[in-house]
């Protein structure tokens, strides 16, 4: 680099010389540019997964039940981008009606298991006592089971339906969230500033709200895009072992099952649906990893 | 450490009590399950008494203790065969599945991690950080569905499914052996690569490291006598907790691959409200689970002299 | 008590220890370039102690690290120059050239001995590194040259304290085990890079009467790098004022303290504190900070906090005034004495 070697070369008794241009700071290098890219390409798949969903739910086009005998394991192609299945169904609407069902279950799991984690966290954190040792021996007990085991005994006690899914996947996950929402906010709890406002009798709500909440917001949002990513990952398998919704109601899991066994002559029943499913995981990571890197 | 010890020992004690109350969850469901519906309310009674299935959780598992202790962990009300007997036949499978997948991943990380952390920003650095992004996101059983397509499918080299015992058949058995683990171990290996990169990363700008670069060590003797004694601590933990999780992961690959472990056997176990199964498997999964934990524990103070030294004072 | 260590024999016309030729130095990351030495230029010759003075972000750390030659990052570092040890060039020499020279031919000696040790590896292990990275040690060899080493730099009880951690000694005598590690493998050239900051004053003294006795018995060359100018008196034959990577002043530590040449110097040396003088109701400290070190400098770096700065002090770079044999100063009013202001 001509311009930095000029820069360095002045000898102890050489003429002064006049002072090179500085180098200018270079426009984002390759790295950061690809990683814009792969944001705006993340939300732009979730964007457009939003669109196909509501486009299934408000018009009769992906229609995910349509059967149409005469086109069963067509290859994809323009009338059906994503090919139709044994039974001719159409194997794009039938994604689409998953993703519905995948992200339905991926909220339940975020309302039960990180809102009611966090409450816990923070309550077994702020007051401690024989509260916080007696949840915390529970949720011991919940995190030995091996969590699969849980979840499938559970649906299978209760059938197969949306909320017991999601409800069961989210009580998984309710220690993981009471552990780091706990975690922060006994340092909050312990910063000299909150000791002093409990000691001039601040009411506790006000404490919380003010202090603990603002500590406890962003760890829970970056943790909440891996909470939603669990949900829709373990909602797939537990669909494709059996124990998701029953058929013919479409899930992802569901339908990768179902089109196992024409793997050899029709891949892209399995393939296309697994694919989306990657994709869409992908992308929830993407936009997960960018937050936590603006938050830094 | 006897605190610890005490509180584990509390762990399986809740846990084992929670699953002996399970049959009284659904009282009746697994008679129902095993003789039909089209039998009389009194054959349902007798059978659900004959398996003490409505008996008090605790006198339940004091009797599966004092079975235990004779090596008798239940009979299956569905085939009457011995639990013991079964898991004898399938925990060998699952925990060859698992310890492989473990290895194999564990030994896939530590190298590119640790040349990764030694020249951070290198094109190898970037790369697996990008490949470990991607695996982290594919689910279990979709990579394993890809590597049946590509390996099976596409270019039959490998069978898709099935298992074969290694006495019988050594080739065989390694040729099913191959997909199940590498889907295993490929998700779990994307894990530990970002734990060990971030921890070694951590080490590596560490005065003590330059000291050691100042006397003449080699880049490749610190990174395996110091670096990595260090960095082992973080992922020693993890693969504890992994453990938990692996069975999990066993669990699908099972199913997949169609694999007689005690994966598949849990599922259908609860499928048809087998409880003596139930439990003794779910003690036992707990079981490996606390003991993991208190595994990890001691490493840590083997690895770490400080802390049992802090520990000790 | 003397070590046993070999003296090398000192000709007269010999080769200096440490030469340092026009160096300069620029990090760069993010398209952005850090110039942190500019034509840095001295010699160390064998035997001898030169202390190297500068505040913090003077680059008298960086310095210190591109004569040792290892652990730098090769990819962002651009040199010019030349870093001669006893004549080999570390500039242009290999990585392993380089890590074979560590330990051997050069070592440091760490500012912090609490994280310049590793706290999970044994002393004597450590101790040992610089032979044990080169050939093969027994058990019985490495803990006998341990227990010879912390005995030579006075640690009490050595056959018993080889075997402890870092952790568990205190700081002077960690520094003391730092020092043993660094002269295990002979080497010609010490550097200290602030030996004893992080020490308490009581035991400073005795960590620089150690390392000047050890200079003494074995012949070693020292750098001392620090930014206490108190320390220097009696343990440093040379002093090299160092301020925004270049060098402003060098010469023999006595003229350099008691007739600086140089406004910087003066300005330093006024700062310290004088328990003995009389009470003063301010101590003079120094306005300003570095200059921005994004760009080349011009003219002299210290100009914008001199108070005897000229209009060309700003814009021309000052040339090496000799003010006797071995003392230059680079200072535009020592160039021209009726515009200075004596000391």
């Keep these: 680099m001509p311009q930095i070697t000029s820069a360095l070369a002045t000898g102890t008794t050489a003429p002064p010389t006049s002072p090179a241009p500085a180098l200018k700071r270079r426009s984002r290098t390759t790295g950061e540019r690809l990683q814009t890219v792969l944001f705006i390409a993340s939300l732009g798949w979730l964007a457009l997964l939003l669109v196909l969903m509501f486009v299934s739910m408000a018009t009769p086009w992906l229609d995910p039940f349509q059967q149409d005998f005469g086109a069963t394991k067509q290859a994809p192609g323009f009338a059906h981008p994503f090919g139709t299945d044994a039974n001719g169904r159409d194997v794009l609407a039938r994604t689409v009606a998953g993703a519905q069902n995948s992200f339905t279950v991926a909220a339940i799991t975020l309302v039960v298991g990180a809102v009611t984690g966090s409450v816990i966290g923070i309550v077994c954190g702020y007051f401690r006592g024989w509260f916080d040792s007696v949840v915390g021996l529970a949720l011991d007990t919940l995190m030995a089971f091996p969590a699969l085991m849980l979840i499938i005994l559970l649906v299978s006690f209760r059938g197969p339906s949306l909320w017991t899914i999601g409800g069961a996947i989210g009580l998984l996950m309710i220690p993981s969230f009471a552990r780091v929402t706990r975690s922060i906010t006994l340092s909050v709890r312990s910063r000299e500033y909150v000791q002093a406002a409990v000691l001039i009798d601040t009411p506790t709500p006000r404490i919380l709200l003010t202090a603990v909440l603002p500590a406890v917001a962003p760890v829970l949002v970056a943790y909440a895009f891996t909470a939603v990513t669990v949900g829709i990952v373990a909602e797939g398998s537990m669909s494709f072992l059996g124990y998701g919704l029953a058929a013919p109601a479409p899930s992802w899991g569901g339908i990768i099952a179902e089109g196992r066994t024409a793997l050899a002559q029709a891949p892209w029943i399995t393939l296309a649906p697994a694919a989306t499913l990657t994709i869409t995981v992908l992308a929830i990571n993407v936009i997960g990893e960018r937050f936590k890197e603006k938050r830094k | ?313 | 008590m003397s070590l046993a260590l070999t003296a090398p024999a000192i000709p007269v016309h010999a080769v200096p220890a440490v030469s340092v030729q026009e160096l300069s130095l620029g990090f760069e990351s993010n398209g952005k370039m850090t110039h942190v030495l500019e034509g840095v230029s001295f010699e160390l010759a064998q035997g001898e102690c030169l202390a190297i003075v500068g505040e913090s972000g003077s680059g008298k750390s960086v310095l210190g690290r591109t004569i040792l030659g290892v652990g730098s990052q090769p990819n962002s570092e651009h040199s010019q120059g030349a870093v001669l040890l006893s004549g080999d060039d570390q500039l242009t020499a290999s990585a392993q050239e380089r890590r074979s020279r560590a330990g051997t031919r050069v070592a440091m000696i760490y500012q912090d001995p609490m994280t310049s040790l590793n706290p999970t590896v044994r002393i004597w292990k450590q101790v040992i590194e610089s032979i044990s990275n080169r050939r093969r040690l027994s058990r019985r060899e490495g803990r006998a040259k341990a227990v010879e080493m912390l005995r030579a730099v006075g640690v009490p009880d050595p056959e018993r304290r080889i075997d402890a951690y870092p952790h568990e000694f205190s700081g002077g005598m960690m520094q003391r085990v730092g020092i043993a590690a660094a002269i295990a493998g002979n080497p010609d050239v010490l550097i200290a890079d602030e030996p004893t900051t992080a020490l308490d004053v009581t035991v400073q003294r005795k960590v620089l009467d150690l390392l000047d006795r050890i200079r003494r018995d074995s012949g070693m060359s020292m750098i001392l790098i620090t930014h206490d100018l108190g320390l220097l008196t009696g343990r440093a034959d040379r002093t090299m004022v160092l301020y925004a990577g270049r060098v402003l002043e060098i010469g023999p530590t006595e003229r350099i303290t008691t007739a600086p040449a140089h406004p910087y110097t003066q300005r330093l040396l006024a700062a310290i504190p004088n328990v003995s003088g009389t009470l003063r109701r301010e101590l003079p400290a120094l306005d300003g900070g570095l200059p921005p070190l994004d760009r080349p400098r011009t003219g002299c770096p210290f100009a914008s906090r001199c108070e005897i700065a000229m209009p060309q002090c700003h814009t021309e770079r000052p040339p090496a005034v000799q003010l006797a044999p071995d003392h230059i100063a680079h200072c535009w009013a020592a160039a021209d004495p009726a515009e200075g202001t004596a000391p």
């Design chain 2, 1 to 313: 450490m006897v605190r610890r010890a005490g509180r584990a020992l509390c762990v399986l004690f809740l846990v084992a009590l929670a699953t002996m109350s399970l049959p009284l969850l659904l009282p009746g469901s697994a008679a129902v399950a095993v003789l039909g519906t089209n039998v009389s309310a009194a054959e349902l009674a007798a059978f659900t008494s004959m398996h003490h299935l409505d008996a008090n959780p605790l006198e339940r598992l004091w009797m599966w203790v004092t079975g235990v202790l004779h090596g008798d962990l239940g009979t299956s009300i569905v085939s009457g065969a011995s639990v013991a007997g079964e898991l004898q036949a399938r925990l060998p499978i699952t925990v060859e599945l698992v310890v492989l997948s473990q290895l194999l991943a564990i030994l896939l990380a530590i190298p590119v991690a640790l040349r990764a952390a030694w020249r951070p920003g290198s094109l190898l650095d970037r790369l697996s950080a990008g490949l470990s992004f991607v695996l982290l996101s594919i689910p279990g059983f979709v990579l394993g569905l890809a590597l049946i397509f590509l390996f099976a499918v596409q270019l039959r080299i490998l069978p898709a499914t099935g298992w074969v015992g290694f006495a019988q058949d050594p080739v065989g058995h390694v040729q099913h052996l191959i997909l199940p683990v590498l889907t295993l171990s490929l998700g779990e290996a994307a894990v530990y690569l970002r734990a060990l990169r971030a921890n070694a990363g951590e080490i590596l700008v560490e005065n003590y490291i330059h000291a050691a670069r100042s006397r003449g060590m080699a880049p490749g003797r610190i990174l395996r006598t110091r670096v990595l004694r260090s960095a082992s601590l973080p992922l020693v933990t993890i693969v504890g907790i992994n453990i938990g999780a692996s069975f999990g992961g066993a669990l699908i690959v099972e199913t997949l691959f169609a694999i007689p472990g005690i994966g598949r056997l849990l599922s259908s176990s609860i499928a048809v409200r087998d409880y003596p199964v139930i439990e003794s498997l779910a003690i036992i999964a707990a079981l490996a689970v606390v003991v993991a934990t208190v595994a990890v524990d001691l490493s840590y103070r083997i690895i770490d002299p400080r802390i049992s030294h802090a520990a000790n004072n």
